[in-house]
Nanobody
Framework: VQLQASGGGLAQAGGSLRLSCAASGRALNQYALGWFRQAAGKEREFVAAISRSGGNGFLASYADTVKGRFTISRDRAQNTMHLHMDSLKSEDTAVYYC???????????????????WGRGTLVTVSS
């Protein structure tokens, strides 16, 4: 599985950006997908995750720092995932990574070690 993150760039505080993660090599219907970020000098941290496909749709989880501002979604048919980021803050500046982790149920892992595949990351810079 190859994951390719895109959509990063420069935004002003209070603005918006939309990140995308495209997967190839395998259908990810049985994988949870997640976004993590790593700021300079800090460890990689959880941002948001969305569950594998289910009869009732998808379940999503968010870090407290982004809840209410970021929205994660996935497109089942196109094997892609998105992160819509609103009300950006300078502290959102980081390299954003997308990951895919096999799940038997509808979990949304927040730990990096529970993800099997990672994309290279896309840089988001928010100016204040």
């Amino acid at each position: 599985v190859q994951l390719q993150a895109s959509g990063g760039g420069l935004a002003q505080a209070g603005g918006s950006l939309r990140l995308s993660c495209a997967a190839s090599g395998r259908a990810l219907n049985q994988y949870a997908l997640g976004w993590f970020r790593q700021a300079a000098g800090k460890e990689r941290e959880f941002v948001a995750a969305i569950s594998r496909s289910g009869g009732n749709g998808f379940l999503a989880s968010y870090a407290d720092t982004v809840k209410g501002r970021f929205t994660i979604s996935r497109d089942r048919a196109q094997n892609t995932m998105h992160l819509h980021m609103d009300s950006l803050k300078s502290e959102d500046t980081a390299v954003y990574y997308c990951g895919a982790g096999y799940q038997r149920t509808y979990g949304r892992p927040v730990e990096t070690h529970r993800y099997d595949y990672w994309g290279r990351g896309t840089l988001v810079t928010v100016s204040s």
